[in-house]
Antibody, heavy 117, light 110 residues
Framework: EVQLVESGGGLIQLGGSLRLSCAAS????????MSWLRQAPGKGLEWVSV???????YYADSVRGRFTISRDKSKNTLYLQMNSLRAEDTAVYYC???????????WGQGTMVTVSS | QTVVTQEPSFSVSPGGTVTLTCGLS?????????PSWYQQTPGQAPRTLIY???TRSSGVPDRFSGSILGNKAALTITGARADDESDYYC??????????FGGGTKLTVL
């Protein structure tokens, strides 16, 4: 079964760091384009970052320089390292397989990140 | 800063037809933006309805269709049902590895 399962969310203090994981089954992370997206409570969806199958990475302006997307081929897992966290980073974070450049076709269930002062 | 625009809310009668749109704060949406549409119900991850402007995702009924109408991407729902009541999001590919979502449309069926 094709599936994505996120983990690593939680309550973190302002300015802190957190690493999210996204474990894939049924397909190979490193052979696909993979994205992180987020949704603040009661708000819309926001694309955060993508890693291409070739390894190139791109970020939304709101997180560039603070967040880093990466993957581990041996674990078939996608990561999002989040540093210098702000209150506005509070959101449910989703990982998604990306059918470049068209859409995000497989989503995880999401993991909640709450940044608190 | 590019802003993708959507109607904040829309209402449709059961059995009726509704067209939701996706525009740009500056410029026109064309197929080169590869517009896609997502449906999201509360507490659930989004699911793709339409990608690459007008291609239905697997399992999506043909009541849902995508197009370019004028200078916007459009999602048309025909024969609206109660379970179509959801939030609908469009996303545009801006190039250079960047995607931008619209703010979403809350569709009410009543």
């Amino acid at each position: 079964e094709v599936q994505l399962v996120e983990s690593g969310g939680g309550l973190i203090q302002l300015g802190g760091s957190l690493r999210l994981s996204c474990a894939a089954s049924g397909f190979t992370v490193s052979s696909n384009y993979m994205s992180w997206l987020r949704q603040a409570p009661g708000k819309g969806l926001e694309w955060v970052s993508v890693i291409y199958s070739g390894g190139s990475t791109y970020y939304a302006d709101s997180v560039r320089g603070r967040f880093t997307i990466s993957r581990d081929k041996s674990k078939n897992t996608l990561y999002l390292q989040m540093n210098s966290l702000r209150a506005e980073d509070t959101a449910v974070y989703y990982c998604a397989r990306t059918r470049y450049p068209d859409d995000f076709d497989i989503w995880g269930q999401g993991t909640m990140v709450t940044v608190s002062s | 800063q590019t802003v993708v625009t959507q109607e904040p809310s829309f209402s449709v009668s059961p059995g009726g037809t509704v067209t939701l749109t996706c525009g740009l704060s500056s410029g026109s949406v064309s197929t080169t933006y590869h517009p896609s549409w997502y449906q999201q119900t509360p507490g659930q991850a989004p699911r793709t309805l339409i990608y690459n402007t007008n291609t239905r995702s697997s399992g999506v009924p043909d009541r849902f269709s995508g197009s370019i109408l004028g200078n916007k991407a459009a999602l048309t729902i025909t024969g609206a049902r109660a379970d179509d009541e959801s939030d609908y999001y469009c996303v545009l590919y801006m190039g250079s590895g960047i995607w931008v979502f619209g703010g979403g449309t809350k569709l009410t069926v009543l």
